[in-house]
């Protein structure tokens, strides 16, 4: 997926969720952002805030939902992140906004260039169809493995995740047990050690939160 943006000259991308607390002020923290920079920076820049990123964030926050270029080399707040991206030879960015998700309302993706930023702009206007749709199936695709390291959620087996996926196509245990050339009692303990997995009291839930987790595929 990475390389999909790198040939259009995005280079480093930096994922991220945010939460937001009872003042309705949005909550950073690196265990839900991923990045092709440096761990130990993220960690840094997201658990202080985000400054460098505050313009973005707000655009975030206000329900933008088309890309937003910006201009790396033109912003006035300064952080260590920005002088690394500057170090990089990164010039500009798009910012994508993402759908939000379950306890995490604001999703973003930021695809930084060495481009210079009328270039980006001829580079949205060009392919801006086709960016965007990348950058909502790197969300469909990364969105789970964060809420899961959020959560403390551990990964539903191969078979764990078989029943539970038939399960949520409205078919009964029999039918997963025929499928799957399984006993109905295996069955019936997979879909236990699912519900125990992700927290669940029921199967409906145990489908609705494999489906936040991305461990069973949407109908």
Known sequence: MVENFSCHGLVQLTYG????DASQKPS??????????????????FNHGCLAFDPLLRALRAGRLEPMPF???????????????????????????????????????IAASPLSYPQVCDLLDVEGQRLVALAHRFHAQTSGELMRRRDAIT???????????????????????????LSEATVELHLRNARRKLGARSLPEAVARGLLYRQIEPL
């Not at 969720?17 to 937001?20: H, I, S």
């Not at 990089?88 to 604001?106: E, H, K, Q, T």
């Not at 990964?155 to 996926?165: K, N, V």
């Open 17 to 20: 969720l945010a939460e937001v």
């Open 28 to 45: 950073l923290c690196a265990d839900l952002a991923m990045s092709t920079m440096s761990r130990d920076l993220i960690e840094r820049h």
């Open 71 to 109: 201009d790396i080399e033109a912003m006035e707040v300064e952080s260590e992140i920005l002088a690394e991206m500057r170090t990089m030879g990164l010039r500009s960015g798009v910012l994508f906004p993402l759908p939000p998700l379950a306890g995490c309302p604001i999703a973003g993706l």
């Open 155 to 181: 990964p539903l087996t191969g078979r764990e995740r078989d029943c539970l996926q038939i399960i949520a196509r409205g078919e009964r245990m029999a039918a997963a047990a025929h499928q799957l050339g």
